[in-house]
Structure formats: structure tokens, C-alpha cells
């Protein structure tokens, strides 16, 4: 099975400052690979499908790249809602395996 | 508006039996493939099954094969999970999860794009 990390595990960040995620896989994947926020208590929400598109009604300061291995989740603009907790997923065989996510903090 | 509620949740004991149903509306049900998705308490979120849009593929996560069972009824719009010998490394919150999928370039590509508010299961004696 592929293994994917995150890093970093957990970060503060201030508002409007500038945050990058970064995800890896044990192996390549292509693009097959979404990003998901969480915040307590509720189900994780799509943000990025196929590494960098962005899904509909996601705010514009959220972008995804990279192929193969190596992967990014920016936030250009950090905001006081974008708390919460990002996981990436691989989708490009089975069994599909979710990071072990990135827990982001507000300053 | 697309909506998926979980139901079935509880406490059972080891090596015990749940089934767990998703109530489906709002979308084309048998136009999609569904899935499984948990999460157990303070940890993060666990693949668990996919079932294609026809119910003739199946997949599941090493953790739980053999033991759950991943089903849907379409003319019903429901999604069901059974899941027997239980143990408590089950327990969790289990998630019914839309896959709206995204394809271009012959390559098709996974979007969950809808969630259920997940129902919580607990295996203890």
C-alpha cells in the first residue's frame, strides 16, 4: 500500500500570513491525489481534487500542486476560519490511504 | 441539496456485529461511486470501502477486510456497511462519503465531495 506523510504535524501561523503543507508519497502517484480540511466536531470538506483544482465555492487563497511523490497545499492569506486540520489522500490505486494530517493554529 | 445520513451506530461488544445504513438524497445515487471513510477518536480519517456506481466493485481497506461488507441499493438510494468481528481498534466515527469523481485525459480521479455527519460506533465489552 502507499504511504503518505505529512509535514509539518502541527503549525501556528498569523493572519494573513503565507502556508504551505507538504504531502508525500511512498510512491508516485501522478495527481491522483485531494486535499481536506476538518475542524472539530464536523466532517472533513473537499478543497483540491487531481493536486490543483480547486473545488467549487473553495476561497482562491487555497491552491494545490506538484506530481509524482511531492505535493503542496498553499494558503496565500491565512484567515481566522482556515483553522482546523488538512489531510491529503492518494486516489491513485487501492486501498486509498489518507495523510496523517497537518493541524493548523491561528496565532 | 445532497444529503447522506448515517444511521446504526453503538456500542457492541467484541466480536459482535453492526450494520450501519446512509440515507441518500439530492443527487443521482446510481451515478456514483460511494464510500466508507472513519475516523477514531482524536485520530485522523481511515479509508475503509468504495463501491462503484453498479455495485460490482469493491475495495476495501486491509484493516477491515474480510470483516466488513460494502453494499448499496440504488433503487432505495442507500449505502450500507456490515461489519462483523468487530473489534475495538473499530471503534470510530464512520462517515458515508460521496465521491463525485473528476475525469479528463482518460485518468479518473477521486473528489469526496459530500459527507454525512457520521455515526459513532463502539466496540467495548
Known amino acids: 500500500a502507499i504511504q503518505m506523510t505529512q509535514s509539518p504535524s502541527s503549525l501556528s501561523a498569523s493572519v494573513g500570513d503565507r502556508v504551505i503543507i507538504t504531502c508525500r508519497a511512498s510512491?508516485?502517484?501522478?495527481?491522483?491525489l485531494g486535499w481536506y480540511q476538518q475542524k472539530p466536531g464536523t466532517a472533513p470538506k473537499l478543497l483540491i481534487y487531481?493536486?490543483?483544482n480547486l473545488e467549487d465555492g473553495v476561497p482562491s487563497r487555497f491552491s494545490g500542486s506538484g506530481s509524482g511523490t511531492d505535493f503542496t497545499l498553499t494558503i496565500s492569506g491565512l484567515q481566522p476560519e482556515d483553522f482546523g486540520t488538512y489531510y491529503c489522500l492518494h486516489d491513485y490505486n487501492y486501498p486509498l490511504t489518507f495523510g496523517p494530517g497537518t493541524k493548523v493554529d491561528i496565532k | 441539496e445532497v444529503q447522506l445520513v448515517e444511521s446504526g451506530g453503538g456500542l457492541v461488544q467484541p466480536g459482535g456485529s453492526l450494520r450501519l445504513s446512509c440515507a441518500a438524497s439530492?443527487?443521482?445515487?446510481?451515478?456514483?461511486?460511494m464510500n466508507w471513510v472513519r475516523q477514531a477518536p482524536g485520530k485522523g480519517l481511515e479509508w475503509v470501502a468504495t463501491i462503484r456506481e453498479d455495485g460490482t466493485e469493491k475495495h476495501y481497506a486491509d484493516s477491515v477486510w474480510g470483516r466488513f461488507t460494502i453494499s448499496r441499493d440504488n433503487a432505495n438510494n442507500s449505502l450500507s456497511l456490515q461489519m462483523n468481528s468487530l473489534r475495538a481498534e473499530d471503534t470510530a466515527v464512520y462517515y458515508c462519503?460521496?465521491?463525485?469523481?473528476?475525469?479528463?485525459?482518460?485518468?479518473?480521479?477521486?473528489?469526496?465531495?459530500?459527507w454525512g455527519q457520521g455515526t459513532l460506533v463502539t466496540v467495548s465489552s
Open positions: 510512491l508516485g502517484i501522478r495527481n491522483e
Open positions: 487531481a493536486a490543483s
Open positions: 462519503v460521496r465521491d463525485r469523481g473528476y475525469c479528463r485525459g482518460g485518468t479518473c480521479y477521486a473528489a469526496f465531495d459530500s
Open positions: 439530492g443527487f443521482t445515487f446510481r451515478s456514483v461511486y
